[in-house]
């Protein structure tokens, strides 16, 4: 698919693009400044995204989403149009500016499903905030725990380091070690996330075509001031913060969904998923690498439409 070369880029405008009388918003909240895109009517959503995409990732999904719920996908502390402070970015402090986003709104309970980094902040969200949540689904990622302490830096012989998915191959995080790195990684980006962004959509999905062109670019823009880099590299830096916090949370006493690629993390959730919470549910995307609202919209759609109702 080839995006017009006009094709906007701007939050207002993006979210007027959608179907579904979609708009945009900021709220000051919890000591910081979020931004989100809402639109629908009926029992809300939260949808919380990943690094390094925006609230833009869910715009596949959203339209059908919002026919039954009231849509609000925000972008993290530190993500796209929301500020990018010095502090904040453990899971749990990030959880709590939903909270504050909820309660700003006016809703006293919600579901929320987060993809990736957002899935870690919708899990931290369940944890500590039980009595505003409804649902929660964790797209191909789970919360960070003690087993991620020991990840290597060196890849095993089982995990791919080229750019090409493989059926039942681990893939190597090299990005993690990278992203704890302060100062270089903006030096190296500034101006050229778009290199970096290619590489993992081509790296991590099964059809890097189903993240088109458009998507890119709105990614990139978003990605390649030092402030966006250093902000979206700080949530990588607070995992050891995060892998604490965990321990004491005990499993979710709400329903949980997690979705995971068969190309991507799937048999990791369904290794990892059913202790961490009192009714948990995994199911498997196909054809799916990672970036599972873009690669397969109507899977995710169907599978969030069953568990909630």
Known sequence: MT?????????????????????????????????????????????????????????????????????????????????????????????????????????????????????????????????????????????????????????????HVDSDIEAGARIYLWWFAFNQVRGLPEQLLEGRARLLIDWLFDYLAKDPASVDEHSRRVYARAYDGADAIRAGNAWYQAFNQDIADEAAYGPLTVPLLALGGDESNHAVLRDVMPSKGADVTVTEIRASGHYLPEEQPDAVVEALTDFLG
Request: without cysteine; negative net charge.
């Open 3 to 159: 995006a017009r070369s006009d094709a906007p880029l701007d939050d207002a405008a993006l979210a007027r693009s959608l179907d579904g009388d979609f708009t945009s918003h900021h709220a000051d909240v919890n000591g910081t400044r979020l931004h989100y895109v809402e639109g629908g009517s009926g029992q809300p959503l939260v949808l919380l995204g990943g690094w390094p995409q925006t609230w833009w990732q869910w715009h596949k999904v959203m339209p059908a989403l919002a026919r039954r719920h009231r849509v609000i996908a925000v972008d993290l502390r530190g993500m796209g149009g929301s500020a990018k402070p010095a502090d904040g970015y453990d899971k749990k402090t990030m959880a709590d500016d939903i909270h504050a986003l909820v309660r700003h709104l006016g809703l006293d309970a919600v579901s929320v499903a987060g993809h990736d980094i957002g899935a870690m902040v919708a899990h931290a969200f369940a944890a500590n905030h039980p009595e505003a949540t409804a649902r929660v689904a964790l797209l191909d990622v789970p919360h960070p725990d003690a087993g991620w302490s020991s990840f290597s830096l060196l890849p095993a012989p089982d995990q």
